[in-house]
């Protein structure tokens, strides 16, 4: 984009022409209409009992059924389980039993937003106790609260909003349950005041192929409905956006156009060596998008995705469906299925864990099954099942693998579930430090996580944005870690690749096939880009740039170094 960007300070109200900056994740550029996701209200600790009980009591009356009908609104125009979810869940707001139980506190001296509060809580643990398909409704119980008590204490309505044309959406941060209720054909682009360019909505973003900005300051006091041109290349955020920034934006969007229409079939580099591209995917839609792109497979399914929201653990059999859909999707095509990795920024109801100190270093990923193993077992066993069903071959990986021992014992429980080809991901600075050995424990495969790895490598939590120049897989220390996992899989004779957000960038690519990765698993939009960067570079070439980037001091100037040696076009990518 043109604009020169003059950052907005936080205490301006951004007006036409200001450009508010932070840290980008992707290369795309986008024009939409500010859509704000407030976050829920709480009731104030010192809420005062209602100076006219009855009054109080006809607002939150009105409230709830406020609620109840832009429920039912969304019911109407939603389609499927989505539609029967949202009319139960009117129906629960309208219910006598608890709409008692907030009048009795109310009359009791409870102030309005605490009686509602406390009232749906109680109901909560009504049905948290009641088996897991009520448990499951326990979320939507509090969805309503949350915006019983918005209404009664007069703020905006919590969550994403419906959206009615091309949006931004514009949020503190987006846990990964708030962008189950995105429409995702009208986001057009993704600003957050927090998370970091590994944070989950950073790669939800990279899923939908839409522009993010992440650690913008005053974001959320953007006006709802004005147009923003969101730059993820410049990581900027301009508001109210001239002809001159929309007609960039539009050129962009046409060169990204015209690449993917022109590109096409299997990675190679320019002297021909294969360099598969594969797709990220996160949930069965995903799954289904992307087998529609010109992508050779699935280089990391996120199983965990699919279990976001759940208050029990998926059955066997409800596994098997899901995987089996996935593998349909794909038919001939590989798909690399990592087991649950749950914890730390990926949080599962069902499975629990005891606060921990650092969720990152605690039992998280793989480790989870050492309290929950049979949770891993069931999984196996869905997926073997979805195997047979489908007569594929999936691969499987356990994510955090950090010692030969681990590898051994998932590989050996994987093998014994009936499913013949198993990886670990190379995560841990510590996998890939012993890579040759984690391969000589039984695996047929391994897949660097630079999200993680990178996390891991520099000491720098991927949830803490403001340290994004630490968490950038561009390290040269990172960098060192996937060689020596590369030349690990080259002397063994085994596959290498990588499937964190770093395959997505056309020129880090470059230099991760340069330090012996030979498959690149990404969002599907991002292929073409990369597709076209190795057909322009031979694999030397590729050595020469991993070489200059190992050999700076810093991310920043590992990319300087990499950019000035590699061909104009795939920079200008
Ligand atoms: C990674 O860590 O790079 C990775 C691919 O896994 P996730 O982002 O799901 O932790
Ligand atoms: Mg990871």
Redesign the pocket.
Same mark, same amino acid.
């Given at each position: 984009m043109t604009t020169t960007p003059t950052p907005t300070s936080p205490a301006d109200a951004a007006g036409a022409g200001d450009v508010l900056t932070g840290v980008g994740v992707g290369t795309s550029a986008a024009v939409g209409s500010v859509v704000l996701v407030a976050p829920a209200a709480r009731p104030p600790a010192d809420e005062a009992a209602p100076a006219d009980p009855e009054a109080a009591l006809a607002a939150v009356r009105a409230a709830f059924a406020a609620v109840a009908a832009t429920l039912r609104e969304r019911a109407a125009s939603a389609g499927g389980t989505t539609a029967d979810v949202l009319a139960a869940t009117a129906l629960m707001a309208e219910d006598p039993g608890l709409l008692g139980d907030v009048e009795r506190r109310l009359r009791a001296g409870t102030g309005p937003a605490t009686a509602v509060d406390e009232a749906v809580e109680g109901f909560c643990a009504v049905l948290a106790a009641s088996g897991p398909y009520l448990a499951e409704r326990v979320t939507d119980l509090r969805d309503v609260r949350d915006r019983v008590v918005a209404h009664v204490l007069g703020l905006a309505q919590p969550g994403v909003p419906q959206l009615t044309g091309p949006s931004v959406v514009v949020a503190a941060d987006l846990a990964p349950a708030d962008t189950a209720a995105l429409d995702l054909a009208k986001v057009v682009g993704i600003v957050t005041e927090l998370g970091g360019p !590994?944070s989950h909505t950073a790669?939800i973003a990279a899923q939908l192929d839409v522009p993010c900005v992440v650690r913008v300051t005053g974001a959320q006091r953007l006006r709802p409905g004005a147009p923003v041109a969101v730059d993820a290349r410049a990581g900027t955020v301009v508001v109210e956006p001239g002809e001159d920034v929309r007609a960039e934006v539009e050129r962009r969007r046409a060169v990204r156009e015209a690449l993917a229409s022109a590109s096409g079939g299997p990675g190679a580099t320019a002297d021909g060596t294969a360099v598969a591209l594969l797709a990220n995917v996160g949930t069965v839609e995903d799954a289904e998008r992307a087998a529609a792109h010109d992508v050779e497979g699935v280089g990391?399914f996120?199983t965990e995705v699919l279990f976001l929201e759940r208050a029990s653990a998926p059955t066997v059999e409800e596994q098997t469906d899901a995987y089996a859909r996935v593998l349909r999707a794909f038919g001939e095509r590989k798909v690399v299925v990592r087991t649950l990795?749950a914890g730390a920024d990926k949080p599962l109801a069902f499975v629990e864990v005891e606060a921990e100190e650092n969720p990152a270093l605690g039992v998280r990923g793989l480790r989870t099954a050492r309290r929950h193993p049979q949770l891993l077992t069931d999984q196996l066993t869905a997926l073997a099942a979805a195997a047979e069903r489908t007569g594929t071959t999936p691969w499987v990986m356990a994510?955090m693998v950090s010692t030969p021992a681990e590898a051994a014992d998932f590989a050996g429980r994987a093998r014994a579930a009936g499913l013949g080809v198993v990886g670990a991901m190379v995560?841990v600075p510590a996998a890939a430090l012993r890579a040759d050995a984690l391969l000589a424990a039984g695996l047929d495969f391994v897949s660097v996580? !630079?999200?993680?790895?990178t996390q891991y490598t520099m000491a720098a939590d991927r949830l803490a944005g403001e340290l994004a120049d630490l968490l950038d897989p561009w390290q040269p220390a990172v960098l060192q870690l996937v060689g020596l996992t590369g030349a690990a899989g080259a002397a063994a004779g085994r596959s290498v690749g990588v499937?964190?957000e770093a395959a997505r960038d056309p020129l880090l690519a470059l230099v991760l096939v340069g330090l012996g990765v030979r498959s690149l698993s990404m969002a599907p939009a991002a292929v073409p880009a990369v597709r076209f960067a190795l057909s322009r570079t031979s694999v030397e070439d590729c050595r020469r740039l991993a070489a200059a980037a190992l050999a700076a001091d810093d991310a920043a100037a590992a990319r300087a170094a990499v950019a000035q040696l590699a061909d104009p076009e795939v920079l200008a990518l």
């Open positions: !590994t790669i990391l996120r990795d994510p995560e996580g !630079t999200n993680d790895l499937c964190g």
